[in-house]
């Protein structure tokens, strides 16, 4: 079978969004497997990783066997999200996979006993976020995003910090569409990893979880 070549920009994000995603789930496996599994020219994804490396947003490390390993930098598990989502809004339904995923966020915040969450980001993601709160177990106090100049958003207090949230809460949800990343790390940062919660479209994951050693 022809293997395939990307002709056009959307094409590479998809080589480049199946390449970091391979990388995140096994940075040992080797790129023949990745040719394998994308169904592209072994070459090609040698020259991905290249570029990805050089880019900033993969880092290579040491294997057994003198092989080699990858790791996504932080800045590669911040491309890899804005893909995601990037490829979920042209492929599909974004809001149905969004929708799904919040109701999943909020499903986990109930047993966890969180009861109060602050949203981490004013967006597309965040307003389907409060539509799937509404009526539902969790209560939205505010919404965090040091960039918005708007004081509410339907409804709810928009803040620049944390620290201007009024009342108290349990939970960040992540919400941020084009700067998910930086806001899962901050909130990770300020509150612990165990009081973030972030729907899997996002593909989030604390900063510390991979990294070459």
Do not use: W
């Not at 002709?7 to 940075?27: I, M, P, Q």
């Not at 597309?124 to 918005?148: H, N, Q, W």
Request: proline share 4%.
């Amino acid at each position: 079978m022809d293997r395939i070549v990307p002709t056009d920009e959307k094409e590479s994000d998809r080589l480049v969004l199946g390449l970091l995603t391979s990388v995140e789930a096994d940075g040992a496996r080797s790129q023949r497997r990745i040719a394998a599994e994308l169904d592209v020219a072994l070459g090609l994804v040698n020259a991905y990783l290249k570029r990805a490396v050089k880019k900033g947003l993969v880092k290579v490390g040491q294997a057994p066997a003198r092989r080699f390993a990858y790791y996504l930098t932080p800045q590669g598990f911040s491309e890899k999200s804005r893909l995601t989502v990037q490829f979920l809004s042209s492929s599909f339904s974004l809001f149905r996979k969004a929708k799904e995923d919040y109701s999943n966020v909020f499903d986990r915040a109930q047993a966890l006993g969180f009861k109060r969450v602050v949203l981490a980001g004013k967006s597309d993601l965040c307003e389907i976020a409060i539509l799937c709160a509404v009526d539902g177990p969790v209560s939205i106090v505010a919404i965090v995003d040091p960039d918005e100049a708007a004081s509410r958003f339907i409804g709810i207090d928009v803040v620049a910090s944390y620290a201007e949230v009024a009342e108290p809460f349990d939970a960040i949800v992540v919400t941020h569409l084009t700067k998910a990343k930086d806001a899962f790390d901050q909130a990770t940062n300020e509150f612990g990893a165990e009081r973030v919660l972030a729907p899997d479209l996002l593909g989030l994951r604390p900063s510390h979880v991979q990294r070459a050693g």
